[in-house]
């Protein structure tokens, strides 16, 4: 097992990373506090780990299970009414740890509801997918999508650790596993240049599941986090960062319904874009340009977003929570390993990036 710790003063806490470690009550004990445990997971996790999870915690504290469908539909409002319901009818109180055990879905919608019941409640994070190990269970964001937008409602809440099981990886689906790799290679992109050589080289072994190759992974990209989050908890400024390719994305996920692409999926689309983007502002060199391409296409992520006119993409731009004063605001590169924030981009160079990655 590797550990790390986010560092937040107060409310720093740690990742735990490893194989089995499920199953160990230690990891999880000084993470709960002294009331009921609400083990909250969807419909497909569940049956895979709930179980096993129960078993740990067994003999600690009492348990009510809450199981939700699985999807990004569960990460609505109306859901969150439900699960406070069915907390409050099983009489939980302020001094329960809600545990939320599964993707990024479960953590963010189970973050949320802690953030919020009863003015907030202990939390902890037990991601299940390769994209929950390496982002969504690091840095408090939770939330949940309006109509009208995705993640538009939220608070930010931390948890008390993370404790991530390796082994879960296994009965995850292959499109779930590359989608994560999207936020993985972010990291190289944004910060870490080496991470995103020692990827180049290792993608092979990180496709077969090679277990030393995952722990690198899940390890080096929850350090980069971990790093940015420390800086700017709150996204006053640098944190932004963490969102390359995510206008994006967001626009392509809301403009073809969400749902068909994975979030991943689109990330790298987005990314791709963004690349290309930085690239047309001069910024980018177009060697590294093509680093990126290859590498995303290799991780056998998408590249191109389908041809809507640019206006349709350009709408959902608009209404990003980055957006300031009506003024779309991207993340670029400067190079691998170096992403800076701006809102400085000709209107026809976007438009060119839009024509130039759809089809
Ligand atoms: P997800 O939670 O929907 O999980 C994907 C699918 O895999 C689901 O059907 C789930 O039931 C299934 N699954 C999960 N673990 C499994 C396992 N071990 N074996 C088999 N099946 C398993 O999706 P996700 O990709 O984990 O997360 C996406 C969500 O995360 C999006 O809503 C996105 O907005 C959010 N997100 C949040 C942050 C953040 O900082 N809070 C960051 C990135 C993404
Ligand atoms: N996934 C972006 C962030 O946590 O800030």
New binding site residues.
Partial sequence: MTSLQVELGSRSYPIHIGSGILHEPELFRPALRSGPIVLLS????AP??LGALRETLRGERPITEIVVP???GS?SLAQVETVCGQMLAAGIGRDATLCAL???????LG?FVAAIYQRGIAFLQV???L??MV??S??G???V?HPLG??MIGAFHQPRAVIADLD??D???ER?FR??LA?VIKYGLINDPGFFAWMEENLTAILAGDSEALVHVVHSSCANKAAVVARDELEGGLRAILNYGHTFAHAIEAATGFGTY???EAVAIGMVMAADLSRRLDLLRESEQGQIFRLIQAAGLPTHAPRLPAEEYLRYMRIDKKACGGQIRFILLRGIGEAIITGDVPEAALRQTLSAFTE
Avoid: C, F, M, R
Avoid at 42 to 45: A, L, N, R, Y
Avoid at 102 to 108: C, M, T
């Fill in positions: 969807d419909d497909q996790v895979l780990y699985a999807g990004e990460k599964g993707g990024g879905v479960i953590g963010d973050g991601p299940t997918t994209l929950a982002d969504s690091v840095g964001k939770t939330g999508n995705k993640n879960t990886l009965s995850l689906p779930e989608s994560g936020e994975l979030h991943g």
